[in-house]
């Protein structure tokens, strides 16, 4: 679904992304972590066709560059890390914003447009912020209501860039649950940078660590998630210990 061959990406001679080589198969929930500046945020950005690289990158076998706003939208929902408050819409109205390439040019949203908008806003919890203008929220609602948007555009793959960054433990749990559900219900592929390195541990199937914008080490929590490996990449001392009941693994600084 996703195949990455030789990626590099440069900002100003400085080295963000090189010689990366990835694929993503369709129906996978897979997690990118690694320090600040390790190249997460802008590899989401090469895959989602926001940002142009050396190398090939295709989405469904074709050219990710080669297809307009419209294609890459039918495909892919993006959730960034932070949404400005200062977009002047309520709550329904952003979410509905996820349908846009869905409707017929100057054509108004139909049935199954707000079927989907009030499904999506119902699971992410966001119903409440329906009337709301966004810049009466804090950054963990509107973060949650572009995971809602997201849910409402029906895509065939989700990138999220640090997504549940600004959310309290228990919608940060909520929404991963949420994801989990999408993955493995409607076959959803899910592409996460996260920060959290429990989180990853307990939410993802699959886990690719970067460093210095290349890939240290690609594979299940339990080989990615070695405290000699994640020593290298965050450059600190680190325990690791597992958790009962297969919740993951704690993973201590020291």
Known sequence: MIKLHDIGVFYEEEMALSHITLTIKKGEMAGIIGANGAGKSTLLKVISGALKAEGKALIEGREINSLSATERASVIAVVPQEIPSEIPLRGYEFVMLGRT???????????TDVAAVRKAMI???????KERFLSDMSGGERQRLALAMAFAAGPRIIL?????AHLDMHHRVEIMHLLREMNRSQGVT??????DLMLAGRFFDRLILLENGSILKDGT??????????????????RT?????????????E
Do not use: K, N, W
């Open 160 to 164: 999220l860039d640090e997504a549940t």
């Open 241 to 253: 210990i597992p958790l009962p009941d297969d919740l993951g693994m704690c993973i201590v600084p």
């Open 123 to 129: 699971s992410t919890g966001t119903e409440p912020l």
């Open 190 to 195: 899910v592409l996460m940078a996260v920060h």
């Open 101 to 111: 390439h869905r409707l017929p040019r100057f054509g108004a949203p139909g049935a």
């Open 221 to 238: 929590p339990q080989t990615v998630l070695q405290a000699s490996i994640l020593e290298q990449a965050y450059g600190c001392r680190i």
